[in-house]
């Protein structure tokens, strides 16, 4: 669809930062889930919990994070290296999470379940906003 003056309408929800647009989106989306689900373990079980799912989930959060803005900035510098380093800190990242489980021991106040669920809701909804943001992202071949 175009306006008058021969440039094309954009459409709604349309992402055209590219790797930028994907990661506010994805952050932003996944953070409000975190936050709900603190809420929600706040009010049912309590500040241990609530304390609990904000470790699990902020530390995927802030890890995803972590990615997708070195994702975006490679993909602006030096495309030709964007899969690689994205596959390469994808694996680096699943690592450090393992190794700091397996090392780190677990405070006393933390519970597991909480710090689990929220890890596992907020990769979820990371991921279906990446996918969603992704397949909505527009880039223009020639200059405006």
């Not at 603190?38 to 009010?43: D, E, G, K, R, V």
């Not at 780190?104 to 669920?117: K, M, S, T």
């Amino acid at each position: 669809m175009t306006r008058a003056g021969g440039r094309r309408r954009r459409r709604r929800w349309e992402n055209r930062r590219g790797w930028w647009g994907i990661l506010g989106w994805s952050l932003a989306a996944a953070g409000a889930a975190l936050a709900i689900t603190c809420a929600a373990w706040l009010l049912s079980v309590g500040g241990e919990a609530a304390g609990s799912a904000l470790l699990g989930g902020g530390a995927v959060l802030a890890l995803s994070a972590l990615t997708g803005a070195t994702t975006a900035l490679v993909w602006d510098r030096a495309r030709e290296a964007a899969l690689p380093v994205s596959v390469g800190l994808f694996v680096l990242k699943i690592a450090v999470f393992a190794v700091l489980l397996g090392v780190l021991p677990r405070p006393g106040w933390v519970r597991a379940d909480a710090a689990a669920i929220a890890a596992l809701v907020t990769i979820l909804v990371w991921q279906a906003a990446e996918v969603l943001v992704f397949a909505r992202t527009r880039r223009g071949i020639y200059a405006d």
